[in-house]
Antibody, heavy 113, light 108 residues
Framework: QVQLAQSGSELKEPGASVKVSCKAS????????MNWVRQAPGQGLEWMGW????????TYAQDFTGRFVFSLDTSVSTAYLQISSLKAEDTAVYYC??????WGQGTLVTVSS | EVVLTQSPGTLSLSPGERATLSCRAS???????IAWYQQKPGQAPRLLIY???SRATGIPDRFSGSGSGTDFTLTISRLEPEDFAVYYC?????????FGQGTKVEIK
């Protein structure tokens, strides 16, 4: 069965970087793109963009350019989201999603001094 | 970019009642790319409906979706206690996704 297992919660100081992982299993990783979605506390869902797992080409939504980087390690069927120069407003749960039907469990990133 | 507007923001109903949630798109979209999700606190969104009217695997038949063009609807025929949650509509286009802002279905 398709599963997306995300890395655990992170607590970071402002200005630091964080890398969230999303390990896929139960299907051929390079067949489907991987999306990233952000949910700030008490807020709705925001699509951040997606990465083509076949070519490695990322597409970023307008509000997620510059400090956000999607990457892959296809040898371990894993997608990554890296956020640099973290700000308090980056505090959120970050989800990976393979299409509408399959979502990771979410990773809480807290940015606080 | 497609903007999705959900209404109402909050729906206060009793178990056993019918819930009707609306999602309006800023431009006509293919119903093939409209989905509805349920989200409970501390959980990932759960796909209920895809292609506007197809129920996802394991979703009870009290959930139904309809609509076309710019207007889409999620209907819960008889609310069960576990249905009180936040619901999102989504346009999952070929190059981008968009979510509505959500409708909270709360116990009256």
């Amino acid at each position: 069965q398709v599963q997306l297992a995300q890395s655990g919660s992170e607590l970071k100081e402002p200005g630091a970087s964080v890398k969230v992982s999303c390990k896929a299993s139960g299907y051929t990783f390079t067949t489907y793109g991987m999306n990233w979605v952000r949910q700030a506390p008490g807020q709705g869902l925001e699509w951040m963009g997606w990465i083509n797992t076949n070519t490695g080409n990322p597409t970023y939504a307008q509000d997620f350019t510059g400090r956000f980087v999607f990457s892959l390690d296809t040898s371990v069927s894993t997608a990554y989201l890296q956020i640099s120069s973290l700000k308090a407003e980056d505090t959120a749960v970050y989800y990976c999603a393979r299409g509408p039907a399959y979502w990771g469990q979410g990773t809480l990133v807290t940015v606080s001094s | 970019e497609v903007v999705l507007t959900q209404s109402p923001g909050t729906l206060s109903l009793s178990p056993g009642e019918r819930a009707t949630l609306s999602c309006r798109a800023s431009q006509s979209v293919s119903s093939r790319y409209i989905a509805w999700y349920q989200q409970k606190p501390g959980q990932a969104p759960r796909l209920l409906i895809y292609a506007a009217s197809s129920r996802a695997t394991g979703i009870p038949d009290r959930f139904s979706g309809s609509g076309s063009g710019t207007d889409f609807t999620l209907t819960i025929s008889r609310l069960e206690p576990e249905d009180f949650a936040v619901y999102y509509c989504q346009h999952y286009g070929t190059s981008s996704w968009t979510f509505g802002q959500g409708t909270k279905v709360e116990i009256k």
